[in-house]
């Protein structure tokens, strides 16, 4: 088997998540008291759909975010890539892990200013050049900007430069996909090329994890958790997150293209997390 990214998502076997956090938890001591930032937390990312990660600001969402990224350890607990266990793997594995199993996208795109477009999707590309070349033109195109290959992260719109950010985060062809905020400085025509981008993802068995404010996306997602006082708690399917309960849980029409019933989607809805139940009954003393 060759070593460079493959071509097609690898896909998720029907009952073993993309990726696990199981008993996950991470404790601050802030001026004498013990906080709970995370307490417990078990979650699955399944292949083929849309995890919302929704909460108040400062619950510890970035913070389980980077721990699923492997881009923070937690204090306790452990998380699966698939079967893989890395939790206690050395930095080397663990960013060769980031690197090839991973997709990251943030609120503000870290793009390399002085390079162009098509140059920043390249820069963390895992196998020859000769093969990422023809990659990162595809995935201009397919990210809309193919015209703006050569132009610099300066000479583009805000949602231009997150659908390059996007496009860097597949260039290793990533089953999981993370991403922090990431409409939060866009207007509405590009956050809906987002979050059809990140539909499309799903559908081709990926697994997109979503740290959002943002309605829009939770109404988009097929699952939505919640983490409140370091716990988490499960609602599914996704619904509003606003205090508007007269109005129906709706999806945009672009973000609901119908499931075959052998889609990886479709083969994973049953999870043992049921909604609306936290991961654990009581409640942690902040
Ligand atoms: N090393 C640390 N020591 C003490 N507190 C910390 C440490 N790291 C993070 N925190 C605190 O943990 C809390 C959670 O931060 P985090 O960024 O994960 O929250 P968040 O839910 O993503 O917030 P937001 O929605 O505002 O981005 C914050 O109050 C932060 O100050």
Same mark, same amino acid.
Do not use: W
């Given at each position: 088997?060759?070593?460079?990214? +493959?071509? #097609?998502?690898?896909?998720?076997d029907?009952?073993?998540?993309?990726?696990?956090?199981?008993?996950?938890?991470?404790?601050?001591?802030?001026?004498?008291?013990?906080?709970?930032?995370?307490?417990? !937390?078990t979650?699955?990312?399944?292949a083929? +759909?849309?995890?919302?990660?929704?909460?108040?600001?400062?619950?510890?969402?970035?913070?389980?975010?980077?721990?699923?990224?492997?881009?923070?350890?937690p204090?306790?607990?452990? !998380?699966?890539?698939?079967?893989?266990?890395?939790?206690?793997?050395?930095?080397?594995?663990?960013a060769?892990?980031?690197?090839?199993?991973?997709?990251? !996208?943030? +609120?503000?795109?870290?793009?390399?200013?002085?390079?162009?477009?098509?140059?920043?999707?390249?820069?963390p590309?895992?196998g020859?050049?000769?093969d990422?070349?023809?990659?990162?033109?595809?995935?201009?195109?397919? /990210?809309?900007?193919?015209?703006?290959?050569?132009?610099?992260?300066?000479?583009?719109?805000?949602?231009?430069?997150q659908? /390059?950010?996007?496009?860097?985060?597949?260039? $290793?062809?990533?089953?999981? /996909?993370?991403?922090?905020?990431?409409?939060?400085?866009?207007?509405?025509?590009?956050?809906? +090329?987002?979050?059809?981008?990140?539909?499309e993802?799903?559908?081709?068995?990926?697994? /997109?994890?979503?740290?959002?404010? $943002?309605?829009?996306?939770?109404? #988009?997602?097929d699952?939505?958790?919640?983490?409140?006082?370091?716990?988490?708690?499960?609602?599914?399917?996704?619904?509003?997150? !606003?205090?508007?309960?007269?109005?129906?849980?709706r999806?945009?029409?672009? #973000?609901?293209?119908?499931?075959?019933?052998?889609?990886?989607?479709?083969?994973?809805?049953?999870?043992?997390?049921?909604p609306?139940?936290?991961?654990?009954?009581?409640?942690?003393?902040?």
């Open positions: 088997m060759s070593s460079s990214p +493959q071509e #097609t998502c690898p896909r998720g029907p009952v073993t998540p993309l990726l696990r956090t199981e008993g996950v938890g991470r404790t601050h001591t802030l001026r004498g008291a013990r906080i709970d930032l995370l307490d417990d !937390v979650l699955d990312l399944e083929g +759909q849309i995890t919302a990660l929704v909460g108040h600001s400062g619950s510890g969402k970035t913070t389980l975010l980077h721990i699923m990224g492997l881009l923070d350890d204090d306790r607990g452990r !998380v699966f890539l698939g079967d893989d266990d890395m939790t206690n793997l050395a930095e080397a594995a663990r060769d892990a980031r690197r090839r199993r991973l997709g990251f !996208v943030f +609120q503000s795109h870290n793009l390399l200013p002085q390079h162009s477009a098509y140059r920043n999707i390249l820069v590309y895992a020859s050049r000769t990422g070349e023809p990659r990162a033109r595809r995935l201009l195109d397919r /990210v809309g900007l193919t015209a703006r290959a050569s132009h610099l992260p300066g000479e583009l719109s805000g949602g231009e430069q659908r /390059v950010a996007l496009a860097r985060a597949l260039i $290793n062809d990533p089953p999981v /996909v993370l991403a922090d905020e990431p409409t939060g400085n866009l207007d509405p025509d590009s956050e809906r +090329q987002l979050l059809t981008l990140f539909r993802l799903a559908d081709e068995g990926r697994a /997109v994890v979503v740290v959002t404010h $943002n309605a829009a996306i939770s109404d #988009t997602a699952v939505v958790h919640r983490l409140e006082k370091g716990l988490l708690t499960t609602e599914r399917p996704a619904r509003r997150h !606003v205090d508007d309960h007269t109005t129906p849980p999806r945009p029409d672009h #973000t609901t293209p119908p499931r075959r019933p052998d889609h990886p989607a479709s083969r994973n809805r049953q999870s043992p997390q049921q609306g139940h936290p991961t654990r009954t009581e409640t942690t003393p902040a």
